[in-house]
């Protein structure tokens, strides 16, 4: 059975960095395709993050988070990563891993494989 688990969420003052984790397991597979870092603070939507496609080879970020988060992978793990930088208290939310449905895709409603989601908080 596929299970999402993202970890390396906390607490972090502004301009400070979190590196998050997001292991797929149980699905074999999952190197065929893309994998999505999603955020949903209080009160607000679920807005896209970043993107990899299957291989690696193309990436998106949304402009919010654009030249301060980096998304990687490793496909012989099974595990993306989204290392951020210079957070700000904009960037508190808690923060979901999701498994796309073709090797690139940024539509939310290609994203059919989530994990429970860690909680980051940017404050003083």
């Known amino acids: 059975q596929l299970q999402v688990v993202e970890s390396g969420g906390g607490l972090v003052q502004p301009g400070g960095s979190l590196r998050l984790s997001c292991a797929a397991s149980?699905?074999?597979?999952?190197?065929?395709?893309?994998i999505g870092w999603f955020r949903q603070a209080p009160g607000k939507e679920r807005e896209g993050v970043s993107y990899?496609?299957?291989?690696?080879?193309?990436?998106a970020y949304a402009d919010s988070v654009k030249g301060r988060f980096t998304i990687s992978r490793d496909n012989r793990k099974n595990t993306a990563y989204l290392q951020m930088s210079s957070l700000k208290p904009e960037d508190t939310a808690v923060y979901y891993c999701?498994?796309?449905?073709?090797?690139?895709?940024?539509?939310?409603?290609?994203?059919?494989?989530w994990g429970q989601g860690t909680q980051v908080t940017v404050s003083s």
């Open positions: 149980g699905f074999p597979f999952a190197y065929r395709y893309t």
């Open positions: 999701a498994i796309g449905r073709n090797y690139w895709s940024t539509q939310l409603g290609d994203f059919g494989s």
């Open positions: 990899i496609s299957n291989d690696g080879s193309i990436t």
